[in-house]
């Protein structure tokens, strides 16, 4: 059971959009944005980008929230957006990012995770403590209760399980195996 206040949710400022919040056991993956581009990216195109050699285990979350650093100024060290994930491709940098031809890495491969509308979270996450990480899989249900971004996290165990379920299917993972018949 989570350690956290049950007393207070947290509510999603939709800006008009017909978006609901995740459901208690969907999964989803914190993500950095390194700087106000990257969120304006995700706001008007639709898409947050991952290098494929940095990417998490698994990108088949249903949503992304985004954590806040240094580059966002009074918002930093926070998790303040929300999008639910449509779909993912992989793509070259070059692909994405046009205009950037000439960058080192323009050749290499990228997830492009497909995003509905861009939410925002009230009140947002903070870290009150500064934490280094790539990314984190959270639940729907702690994302919108936790006070802290070390309430977010969920242990490695709970991960795997999640991923083998997945990969099973819940139907099946309820039900034990059918009886088999040998015949000699």
Same mark, same amino acid.
């Given at each position: 059971m989570l350690n956290m206040p049950m007393t207070s949710t947290r509510k999603i400022s939709t800006h008009g959009w017909d978006e609901v919040p995740p459901g208690a056991?969907?999964? *989803?993956?914190v993500a950095i944005l390194n700087t106000p581009r990257d969120l304006e990216l995700a706001q008007t195109l639709g898409w947050y980008r991952i290098p494929l *050699?940095? /990417?998490?285990?698994?990108?088949? $979350?249903?949503? @992304?929230?985004? =954590?806040?650093?240094a580059s966002f100024g009074e918002h930093r060290w926070s998790v303040r =957006? @929300?999008?639910?994930v449509r779909g993912y491709e992989l793509r070259t940098r070059r692909e994405l990012l046009f205009q950037e031809t000439d960058?080192?890495?323009a050749d290499e491969p990228y997830f492009k995770m497909q995003l509905g509308p861009i939410l925002e979270l009230s009140p947002?996450?903070? +870290?009150?403590?500064?934490r280094r990480f790539s990314f984190l899989y959270t639940t729907g249900e702690r994302l919108m209760q936790?006070?802290?971004?070390?309430?977010?996290?969920? /242990?490695? +165990?709970?991960?795997? /399980?999640? @991923?083998?379920?997945?990969? $099973?299917g819940? +139907?099946?993972? /309820?039900?034990?195996?059918?009886?088999?018949? *040998?015949?000699?």
């Amino acid at each position: 059971m989570l350690n956290m206040p049950m007393t207070s949710t947290r509510k999603i400022s939709t800006h008009g959009w017909d978006e609901v919040p995740p459901g208690a056991d969907e999964l *989803v993956l914190v993500a950095i944005l390194n700087t106000p581009r990257d969120l304006e990216l995700a706001q008007t195109l639709g898409w947050y980008r991952i290098p494929l *050699v940095t /990417a998490p285990r698994t990108i088949r $979350v249903d949503w @992304l929230a985004f =954590y806040l650093p240094a580059s966002f100024g009074e918002h930093r060290w926070s998790v303040r =957006y @929300l999008t639910e994930v449509r779909g993912y491709e992989l793509r070259t940098r070059r692909e994405l990012l046009f205009q950037e031809t000439d960058h080192k890495r323009a050749d290499e491969p990228y997830f492009k995770m497909q995003l509905g509308p861009i939410l925002e979270l009230s009140p947002p996450i903070p +870290s009150r403590a500064w934490r280094r990480f790539s990314f984190l899989y959270t639940t729907g249900e702690r994302l919108m209760q936790a006070a802290d971004l070390t309430q977010l996290t969920l /242990a490695p +165990s709970e991960i795997k /399980a999640r @991923l083998l379920r997945e990969r $099973v299917g819940t +139907s099946t993972w /309820a039900r034990p195996p059918a009886p088999t018949q *040998v015949c000699l």
